[in-house]
């Protein structure tokens, strides 16, 4: 009954461009024009948050591609910042130490090797990425990886899962995409097994393990709210499904609209209930649920 609880993290959409075109990508066909969110916008609206512990800077684009990136991590002093990012953008760790408001920071890795990653994005640059990986740990930021694993990448995620070892990452996340049921179907045993040995390899060097059956929604007992770069408000990251948009911060304050009859209709489970993402794919959980 997390929906009691109003949500602890926001995720905020503070620019829509990427540096990348991985070929699974779907985002690049919905932006059609990617831009930043001005950070005169953002200082308008950054009061209300305060409902907020958490802010996860993550979207369609790349947040660290804004213009005024460190500038927003120093609108948000009073809160703990989590980064999602691909990992092939430079990132100045002395600003993020100035700013003091980094939790953690997440990076999306899909391959264990600069040739796997430069097949799902020509232009990717590994060598960034291993030095984020490598700066951070000795500015002792908290890191992750998230993988999603598919037929093509099953077996290099223990080249990943060795990445996470040698930059001492927090917690190491898989989840699979929509729409992969029959390939998990299929392949069920094999898969099981290859999780298997990366969450045993993982626990020996003290890093958590996050399974594809881990809710991906929800945050300390609650529902990740969602800000996109208009402002608007969704009461999950579920937001280009059915999902009720509850109100634009440029107007009014997410305490008024936890309260709205929009937001307690979201609560009521009814669109959990018929969730994909909620449930990560009913034949994943059947399958996973007993042994990983």
Not at 171 to 178: L, S
Not at 247 to 259: D, V, Y
Request: hydrophobic share 35%.
């Amino acid at each position: 009954m997390y929906y009691e609880n109003p949500p602890k993290m926001l995720m905020f959409e503070i620019t829509t461009k990427c540096n990348l075109h991985c070929v699974y990508c779907a985002a690049r066909k919905l932006v059609k024009k990617p831009e930043d969110i001005p950070i005169s916008k953002i200082s308008e609206i950054v009061s209300k948050f305060d409902d907020f512990e958490y802010v996860c800077l993550c979207g369609l684009g790349e947040s660290l591609l804004h213009a005024d990136f460190y500038e927003v991590l120093k609108l948000f002093k009073n809160k703990k910042v989590v980064l999602v990012t691909n990992g092939s953008i430079p990132i100045d760790f002395e600003k993020i130490a100035e700013a003091d408001n980094m939790d953690a920071i997440s990076f999306s890795v899909d391959a264990g090797t600069e040739e796997g990653m430069k097949r799902i994005s020509d232009n990717y640059r590994f060598d960034v990425l291993l030095n984020n990986l490598k700066t951070a740990a000795e500015y002792k930021i908290h890191t992750a990886i998230n993988c999603t694993l598919v037929k093509d990448n099953i077996y290099s995620i223990d080249a990943i899962k060795e990445l996470a070892i040698k930059y001492g990452v927090s917690r190491f996340k898989v989840g699979f995409p929509f729409g992969s049921g029959k390939w998990i179907k299929e392949n069920s045993k094999e898969i099981k097994d290859v999780l298997k040995k990366v969450k045993e390899a993982l626990k020996k060097n003290n890093i958590e393990f996050e399974g594809p059956t881990a809710i991906k929604c929800a945050f300390e007992g609650s529902p990740i709210a969602v800000v996109s770069k208009n402002g608007n408000v969704y009461p999950c990251c579920d937001y280009f499904c059915q999902r009720p948009l509850v109100g634009n911060l440029n107007h009014i304050s997410f305490g008024t609209m936890w309260e709205k009859s929009s937001y307690e209709k979201f609560r009521t489970g009814i669109y959990c209930k018929t969730c994909v993402q909620y449930h990560n794919n009913k034949e994943i959980m059947d399958l996973y649920k007993e042994t990983i």
